[in-house]
């Protein structure tokens, strides 16, 4: 096989996905393997150079493959490094070089990391809704919220490798949330899954309001957003309070960087018939008259199952 191909690797704190990419954005071979069943960097990365070389056979890519990119949580663009990844069983508080040793393992491959939101973006610009945009801000509404940031055309690393934690922005000035970063008020704790899941513990708490949220015992951002399918008032709220929170922290956003779009990606966002029209009024309301109307909120066309390999594999390219 002629075409080159890249290789996308996104790592996550549980499972680690890898696949084989080509040109068009077609994944010709993956598989998972386990993240958390690792002490150590060394086993973890020989268990991942066994699990390319066996997709790479599979996808009948020997000797094309350009380049393996590779998305990680405090990965390091300039350095390679993942930095301090507390939640990576094989990661603590130290800087690991890991393009560096995988790279070696895969016998000189050349590796190119970046955090996992940073890989979201690039993929979005390289395969998905954000193609052809040149200026827009990437967010992921996971379990805690990500962002990456183009501006010309190019993502935001900062001098330290670091731009970009929207996430860890402030959206509530007094009394806010606790974060698990130290800060308060941070907008992961009310615009993430497990922040909407706090909402609606909170209010069920506040209100007596009915609400078929009532009857379950450890309530997810899935279970508020099933109750709001079924027209639960509560669990609408819920969504309108949350995508108000969204746009007023969209609208500064705005102002920093004046993207054409805010692209909208992760599990929550699947709630978007729910989230689409709080988050406009917010953002619109809360934006200088300049950008008002102008920048528009669009959703990921990337197939949730391959959505990480391909932002992963993105970095690959440039290799």
Known sequence: MNEQVVIGIDIGGQTTKCGVVDARGNVLAQTVIRSDTFTEVEPYIASVADALKKIIADADVDGSVRGIGVGAPNGNYYTGDIENAVNLTWGGSRSIHFAKMLSEAMDG??????????????????????????????????????????????????????AGELGHTCAVRHNGRQCNCGKTGCLETYASAVGVARTAREWLELTDEPSSLRSLDNISSKDVYEAAKGGDNLAIKIFDFTGRILGESFADFIEFSAPEAIVLFGGLARAKEFLTGPIEKAM???????????????????????????????LGWEL
């Open 284 to 314: 619109n309301a809360n934006v200088l008259p300049l950008w008002r109307g102008k920048v528009k909120l669009v959703y990921s066309i990337l197939k949730e199952s391959d959505a990480a390999i391909l932002g992963a594999s993105a």
């Open 109 to 162: 491959m050349p590796v190119a990391l970046t955090n996992d939101a940073n890989a979201a973006a690039m993929g979005e610009m390289t395969y998905g809704a954000a193609r052809g945009m040149k200026n827009f801000i990437m967010i992921t509404l996971g379990t805690g919220v990500g962002s990456g940031i183009v501006i010309n055309g190019e993502v935001v690393y900062g001098h330290d490798g670091f």
